[in-house]
């Protein structure tokens, strides 16, 4: 199975990146976490991109806010996808993130969650190494099954309740 990336700009990211890993672990997919930075440590960055795919990862998750360049940097470096996750921040409430996350140039796509979406960040490379691994679709499929039902089950309790 490939491994999935974990790339984020600062250790003050874990946190939100820790949904992520979670993610990761229940799903039984092998990463790497990673800090880089964009700005701080480019030919870190740089490397880790170029070399991805040859190294075994099949999508990378890139973590960073303010100005987060980190998931663009990443991706003009990889033609691997890569999956930005803007961080919330102490000024614009991660605004500032999700702009420089998602505003990319044709030619350099990253994908983009939510902001601190880490957990829907880890489920999208899921879904896009399970293209080719039958194994983990039947996961992903086991694992909406039951969240579904764990939906249904509070519908039903709150019938009851009221």
């Given at each position: 199975?490939?491994?999935?990336?974990?790339?984020?700009?600062?250790?003050?990211?874990?946190?939100?990146?820790?949904?992520?890993?979670?993610?990761?672990?229940?799903?039984?997919?092998?990463?790497?976490?990673?800090?880089?930075?964009?700005?701080?440590?480019?030919?870190?960055?740089?490397?880790?991109?170029?070399?991805?795919?040859?190294?075994?990862?099949?999508?990378?998750?890139?973590?960073?806010?303010?100005?987060?360049?980190?998931?663009?940097?990443?991706?003009?470096?990889?033609?691997?996808?890569?999956?930005?996750?803007?961080?919330?921040?102490?000024?614009?409430?991660?605004?500032?993130?999700?702009?420089?996350?998602?505003?990319?140039?044709?030619?350099?796509?990253?994908?983009?969650?939510?902001?601190?979406?880490?957990?829907?960040?880890?489920?999208?490379?899921?879904?896009?190494?399970?293209?080719?691994?039958?194994?983990?679709?039947?996961?992903?499929?086991?694992?909406?099954?039951?969240?579904?039902?764990?939906?249904?089950?509070k519908d039903a309790s709150?019938?009851?309740?009221?």
């Amino acid at each position: 199975m490939k491994k999935v990336g974990i790339i984020m700009g600062s250790d003050s990211d874990l946190p939100i990146v820790q949904k992520a890993v979670d993610t990761l672990k229940g799903l039984q997919i092998p990463y790497e976490v990673h800090i880089y930075s964009a700005h701080r440590t480019p030919v870190e960055a740089r490397d880790f991109a170029i070399n991805a795919r040859k190294n075994g990862f099949g999508a990378i998750i890139a973590a960073a806010g303010m100005a987060a360049h980190l998931a663009g940097a990443i991706a003009a470096n990889t033609t691997l996808p890569v999956i930005g996750i803007p961080c919330k921040g102490p000024v614009l409430d991660g605004m500032d993130a999700l702009l420089s996350t998602v505003q990319m140039p044709t030619g350099i796509p990253v994908a983009t969650v939510a902001i601190n979406g880490a957990a829907n960040a880890a489920l999208l490379c899921a879904q896009i190494i399970a293209v080719e691994d039958q194994e983990l679709a039947a996961k992903l499929d086991a694992k909406r099954a039951s969240d579904a039902a764990k939906v249904l089950e509070k519908d039903a309790s709150i019938a009851a309740a009221l």
